[in-house]
């Protein structure tokens, strides 16, 4: 995917992505201009239609970054750290992290999976915000048909552009989440079709198909 015009990052307020790099340079150049434009065009979807679908103001997740692959070490959560080879929405701090390299395993595949990760986990903390009556029990899978429903609200209001492949490469990632990554527990993230059903629920009903 890419971003269709070059916005001011300045604009995103806190909500920046921290650039990461590691040491070995094994992460791909492009993966870090990825993740910003992913966290530029979620929060922008997200603060252009919040008020279409629940009350009071968009406020958006402090973004903290990658983790991981010789960066730092995962941030702390509540009162233990988030794991590695993993991707958070710590509710206590209101933050988003993700392990830098669990990225790079999945953007080796394809640039499709930064935007997934990086929708669903602030599809949580969208969760976080909204009433309670809003968010099923199957958190997960409501993370997933959201993450959906933005990346491609973000493709009709013209933020982002799907690429050739992009499609392709989202099921694959929900795929492998669901199945292959060790931190995925298919009884808490839906099983491999169940997650693409979810998601591409969100694709064609938007926000508001996703609520409970
Ligand atoms: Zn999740």
Known sequence: MALVTVFCLLLLGH???A??????GRVPDDMNQDIKTAVYAVNRYWAAHWRQYFPGYYRPPYVLGAYGGGLRAAPVCGNSRVAYDNAVYCPYGDYIAWDITLMAGGYRAGDAWVY???AHEWAHAVQNRIPSRFVPA?????ADCLAGAV???AARDRTLVFEDGDVGEL????RALADDTPWTDT????N??????AFTYGTRHGVRGCLA
């Open 187 to 190: 009884g808490d993230h839906g």
């Open 19 to 24: 650039t990461a790099a590691t040491a070995s």
């Open 171 to 174: 099921r694959a990632a929900l």
């Open 138 to 142: 199957a958190k997960e899978l409501q």
């Open 15 to 17: 909500a920046q992505a």
């Open 151 to 153: 990346l491609s609200g």
């Open 192 to 197: 491999a079709r169940q997650r693409v059903n």
């Open 116 to 118: 997934l990760i990086i």
